[in-house]
């Protein structure tokens, strides 16, 4: 039998799920959702271009790499125990701690005050020695 037009069945769901009223504040969230999908998508896109473009930046260093090794290989094989012991001296260095850095500063500061009332004192010398006499 046929069902008249309009009619629906009990068992079927509405024909179109977007005709049913969605509370606002969901909606609101729905978007924020959808934008954030968004967000995340052009910042997975922007990552693999990164990404693209280190593979292909260290190739090409490589290739660079590979020519200066050809090139100049002896050298920097006979280089190697000079480098790799300034490396390991400036690893023991200990570094000057934070109260020898404010001392040092300290001192540079009073040599300079030192310096340029120097001057100044020596140019009011006569002048107190005028005052006096007169």
């Given at each position: 039998?046929?069902?008249p037009?309009?009619?629906?069945?009990?068992?079927?769901?509405?024909?179109?799920?977007?005709?049913?009223?969605?509370?606002?504040?969901?909606?609101?969230e729905?978007?924020?959702?959808?934008?954030s999908?968004?967000?995340?998508?052009?910042?997975e896109?922007?990552l693999?271009?990164?990404r693209?473009?280190?593979?292909?930046?260290?190739?090409?260093?490589?290739?660079?790499?590979?020519?200066?090794?050809?090139?100049l290989g002896?050298?920097v094989?006979?280089?190697?125990?000079?480098?790799e012991?300034?490396?390991?001296?400036?690893q023991?260095?200990?570094?000057?701690?934070?109260?020898?850095?404010?001392?040092?500063r300290?001192?540079?500061?009073?040599?300079?005050?030192?310096?340029?009332s120097?001057?100044?004192?020596?140019?009011?010398a006569?002048?107190?020695?005028s005052?006096?006499?007169?």
């Open positions: 039998m046929d069902s037009q309009g009619a629906e069945r009990p068992d079927e769901e509405p024909e179109c799920a977007e005709e049913e009223e969605v509370d606002p504040r969901i909606q609101g729905l978007e924020k959702l959808n934008q999908t968004d967000d995340i998508n052009r910042c896109t922007e693999e271009d990164a693209q473009k280190f593979r292909s930046v260290l190739v090409e260093a490589t290739v660079k790499l590979d020519e200066l090794v050809k090139k002896k050298a094989d006979e280089s190697k125990p000079y480098w012991a300034r490396r390991v001296a400036r023991e260095r200990p570094s000057p701690s934070l109260l020898e850095r404010g001392l040092k300290g001192e540079e500061a009073a040599l300079r005050r030192g310096k340029r120097s001057p100044r004192r020596a140019s009011r006569p002048l107190g020695a005052r006096s006499a007169g």
